[in-house]
C-alpha cells in the first residue's frame, strides 16, 4: 500500500533543532494526511503534528505540548512532510513516527520511528 519513512532524529541539548522528515512512497491517494506522534518509553503515542495533504487546500494541527515550538509543512510534489523542533526540551524526548492516513479508505501506515534524546 503506502509506506512512510522518518529521518532526521538524533540527540541534542535543551535548547537546540532538530528538522524531521517523513516521506511516503507507493499508492498514494489524493485526499490524506500525514503527520506526526511520539512516544515515550512506557507512554503512549500521543499526537505531535498533523497536515492534511490535498489538491488545493491543507491544514495543521499541533499538540498542545509542542505549539508554538514546533512547525510542520510539506511538499506535495515529494509526498514528504517535515517536522521543524524548535527549542527542544528533555520532555521532548521519545521515538518520533510518521503517520499516513488515506482520507477515502481511512487505511493507515506507520513509519518505523526515529529516536530523538534531548538532555545535557
Known amino acids: 500500500q503506502v509506506q512512510v519513512v522518518e529521518s532526521g532524529g538524533g540527540s541534542v541539548q535543551p535548547g537546540g533543532s532538530l528538522r524531521l522528515s517523513c516521506a511516503a512512497s507507493?499508492?498514494?491517494?489524493?485526499?490524506?494526511?500525514m503527520g506526526w506522534y511520539r512516544q515515550a518509553p512506557g507512554k503512549q503515542r500521543e499526537l505531535v503534528a498533523t497536515?492534511?495533504?490535498?489538491?488545493?487546500?491543507?491544514?495543521?494541527n499541533y499538540g498542545d505540548a509542542v505549539r508554538g515550538r514546533f512547525t510542520i509543512s510539506r511538499d506535495n510534489a515529494k509526498k514528504t512532510v517535515y517536522l521543524q523542533m524548535n527549542n527542544l526540551a528533555p520532555e521532548d524526548t521519545g521515538v518520533y513516527y510518521c503517520?499516513?492516513?488515506?482520507?477515502?479508505?481511512?487505511?493507515?501506515?506507520w513509519g518505523q520511528g526515529t529516536q530523538v534524546t534531548v538532555s545535557s
Open positions: 507507493g499508492s498514494i491517494p489524493i485526499r490524506y494526511v
Open positions: 503517520k499516513f492516513r488515506n482520507l477515502d479508505t481511512r487505511d493507515e501506515s
Open positions: 497536515n492534511t495533504l490535498g489538491a488545493i487546500q491543507s491544514r495543521a
